[in-house]
């Protein structure tokens, strides 16, 4: 294992998204950050990898270290596009994913469609049995495993999941299960339960092996594919892929664990901003990324993004592995605006998409949306219309807004867009609050890290509505997640399930339980051929009170604690978390888990903007002014970000334009720049 307080050599970090895939090149011996944004390309997510590559001119076969997020999990699984899978368990549970939690999709009115994601002619049964405290009730019947497995393959089936009752507590039966269906199975497209979730609760568990199952085989062709045509170019290093809860992990292994892959993307931004904060000085953030069909948010604490084990990504589909704690809303620069029947304005959640898109687009929209607004009320550049389809002029939006929106409103297109503008901001402000307050925390404690092409035009506005004091935008805010891959760090995340009453947990076991996944989880990372700076382990307990369902996760300072202290530790979190106490209701200590981190060299944050581009004073930077609407139309000087200068400091109104998105500093901000390149505002307050 490498320890390197400086990041050196050439790195690339690749993330590819719905519209455009994102490239950041850092080659510290050179000095030197290349950056490129290529269309995605959907069918076969390799091309635009390369074609990044190509954009950024740089040579693969110089490259010491390729990190690459991808949404080849993600959109598998929100769109279902998924490989044929089988499923066998214990005999009377092939239903367990169907019945589910007693939830419904709709919460009101017995309406609504769930589709589990593996149909019930593909779940089979066989005899087998154990016993929550791990003793075994009845034995595998082998014969009928292997006649349940023929049945699977007969039907064309290309992946497998073994998920027994209470495997968790003992997995002999799995165990022996998958090595009789790697005698029978085609493939290694096997998924045992108990391997990838080791905790209680059977529905939760299973849908996570299903999701896993179904994801592997697309996950490991597309990575077998990328490496083999990266090979091709002369790269000879490892490809490591992004995993969900903010780490990295070798593309040689990545499909084992498939379900750790989802939401990747997200994951990646949420790691850049917590390395920009922590560099900046600025620890405790919560992230706002907004693109163009959707908003996504998370907290930061200390530098350590939150992460959960109980993240549902839709209805009925709970993916209990470690993920970054990202919520999202239908919030985004293509979310449409229209009046509602009952003549309420409402924004969102449909959205135009790519195509046709805005009307700002030229592509042929022709609804209202959050990024019309803007281009109407003089925030983005009208100078900027152009588009491969066409121009669109700024009175064919205004008669858009005045036609769908205003008559209706009795407002003029102006009026409108402004009402739309207010909307979002409160809904997106609401998301906010999801990963703050609800959460027991203040927003007025933390700073909005705002990223994503369309995150920076309402960051300050967002922050005023939450009372948050500061706003930190990065040099590079429209490729944020692409820098994640570079600045994450390695990580592994353990989980054991003890689900007892904490009177009657053997103190000297879960410290056991505690040495064990630190070992584990060192050895994980002394495997990956990756130089850290700094191994860092963090263990953590979830704990109820019994007889309750959820679960809270409780930070723990060591390794070692006794039982007083972790009693004392759970009833002030729940105290802060629900501001009730309960004396009377004895807890229980469900999980133990323990997170290995190995934290990556320091990389070079001022290099994303070219110290050659930047110019002597503020007024050299101005490319020009224009009239902007804040409650009013105001002339708003126009600034170009790589030509502010280094101590550049900044009175709103005034808008920073950018290659990648731009920001709008409301009048009564002001803003400075660091010495990496970001822009920090400082919002005024409500009046």
């Known amino acids: 294992m490498t320890y390197n307080a400086d990041l050196t050599g050439s790195f690339a970090g690749i993330d590819v998204g719905g519209t455009f895939t994102d490239l950041v090149h850092y080659d510290s011996r050179a000095g030197r950050v290349r950056l490129a944004k290529v269309p995605t390309t959907l069918d076969n997510q390799a091309d635009g990898v390369l074609a990044?590559?190509?954009?950024?001119?740089?040579?693969?076969?110089?490259?010491?270290?390729?990190?690459?997020?991808?949404?080849?999990?993600?959109?598998?699984?929100?769109?279902?596009?998924?490989?044929?899978?089988?499923?066998?368990?214990?005999?009377?549970?092939?239903?367990?994913?169907?019945?589910?939690?007693?939830?419904?999709?709709q919460a009101y009115g017995m309406k609504g469609q769930f589709r589990p994601l593996i149909p019930r002619d593909l779940r089979l049964e066989v005899p087998e049995r154990m016993?929550?405290?791990?003793?075994?009730?009845?034995?595998?019947?082998?014969?009928?495993?292997?006649?349940?497995?023929?049945?699977?393959?007969a039907q064309d089936c290309e992946a497998l999941v073994i998920h027994f009752l209470h495997a968790y507590a003992n997995p002999a039966h799995e165990l022996r299960a998958g090595q009789i269906a790697r005698e029978e199975w085609p493939n290694g497209n096997i998924t045992l339960g108990h391997a990838l979730l080791s905790e209680s609760r059977e529905y939760e568990r299973g849908v996570t092996a299903a999701v896993n199952a179904s994801v592997q085989p697309l996950l490991r062709r597309y990575v077998e594919r990328l490496a083999d045509r990266l090979a091709g170019r002369g790269y000879g290093r490892d490809l490591l892929v992004m995993n969900g809860n903010g780490g990295m992990v070798s593309a040689r292994i990545v499909a084992e664990e498939a379900a750790k892959t989802v939401m990747s993307g997200p994951a990646s931004g949420v790691m850049a901003a917590a390395y920009t904060g922590r560099r900046a000085g600025i620890p405790d953030l919560l992230t706002y990324d907004m693109g163009g069909t959707s908003t996504d948010v998370a907290m930061i604490r200390g530098a350590d993004p939150a992460v959960s084990h109980e993240i549902e990504i839709e209805y009925a589909m709970p993916i209990h592995v470690p993920m970054v704690d990202v919520r999202t809303v239908g919030a985004g620069g293509g979310s449409i605006a229209r009046v509602s029947a009952a003549g309420l304005l409402q924004v969102g959640p449909d959205s135009a998409g790519s195509t046709p898109g805005p009307i700002c687009y030229g592509k042929g929209g022709t609804d209202p949306t959050i990024s019309d607004a803007n281009m109407l009320l003089g925030r983005m550049n009208p100078g900027k219309l152009n588009t491969i389809s066409g121009t669109v002029s700024i009175e064919t939006i205004r008669e858009a807004f005045a036609d769908k929106?205003?008559?209706?409103?009795?407002?003029?297109?102006?009026?409108?867009a402004a009402a739309v503008l207010r909307i979002a901001t409160a809904k997106m402000a609401d998301a906010v609050r999801m990963v703050s307050i609800s959460l027991g925390e203040d927003p007025r404690d933390f700073a909005l890290f705002a990223f994503g092409g369309a995150g920076p035009l309402h960051a300050c506005a967002i922050a005023r509505e939450l009372g948050v004091p500061r706003v930190l935008v990065p040099a590079r805010p429209g490729i944020t997640n692409a820098l994640g891959c570079i600045v994450a760090d390695l990580r592994h995340d353990f989980v054991q399930t003890v689900n007892r009453p904490l009177h009657a947990c053997d103190m000297d076991d879960v410290h056991a339980a505690f040495a064990r996944q630190t070992e584990d989880g060192?050895?994980?990372?002394?495997?990956?051929?990756?130089?850290?700076?700094?191994?860092?382990?963090?263990?953590?307990?979830?704990?109820?009170?019994?007889?309750?369902?959820?679960?809270?996760?409780?930070?723990?300072?060591?390794?070692?604690?006794?039982?007083?202290e972790l009693q004392t530790l759970f009833e002030d979190a729940y105290f802060k978390r629900f501001q009730v106490t309960l004396p009377e209701?004895?807890?229980?200590?469900?999980?133990?888990?323990?997170?290995?981190?190995?934290?990556?060299p320091e990389v070079d944050l001022s290099l994303l903007i070219d110290a050659d581009a930047r110019k002597a004073t503020l007024d050299d930077a101005q490319t020009g002014s224009r009239p902007v609407w804040f409650d009013g139309w105001r002339d708003t000087p126009v600034y170009w970000r790589d030509h502010l200068p280094a101590d550049a400091r900044l009175t709103g109104p005034a808008i920073v334009e950018q290659m990648d998105c731009t920001l709008v500093i409301e009048p009564g901000d002001s803003a400075v720049q660091d010495s990496d390149g970001n822009l920090i505002v400082t919002v005024r307050r409500a009046q």
């Open 52 to 105: 990044a590559l190509d954009a950024a001119s740089v040579d693969a076969a110089a490259l010491d270290l390729i990190v690459h997020g991808t949404t080849t999990t993600t959109n598998a699984v929100l769109e279902r596009r998924l490989c044929k899978t089988g499923l066998i368990t214990t005999q009377g549970f092939r239903d367990v994913l169907e019945l589910g939690r007693r939830t419904r999709p």
């Open 131 to 153: 016993l929550a405290d791990g003793r075994e009730y009845r034995p595998l019947d082998e014969d009928a495993l292997r006649t349940a497995l023929r049945t699977l393959v």
């Open 405 to 416: 929106l205003g008559t209706r409103l009795g407002l003029d297109a102006v009026q409108a």
């Open 522 to 564: 060192k050895a994980a990372i002394a495997r990956e051929r990756v130089e850290i700076a700094e191994l860092r382990v963090l263990h953590s307990v979830d704990m109820q009170f019994i007889g309750q369902t959820h679960l809270l996760r409780v930070p723990l300072p060591d390794g070692t604690p006794t039982e007083a």
């Open 585 to 600: 209701i004895r807890p229980a200590l469900v999980n133990v888990n323990t997170s290995v981190i190995g934290r990556r």
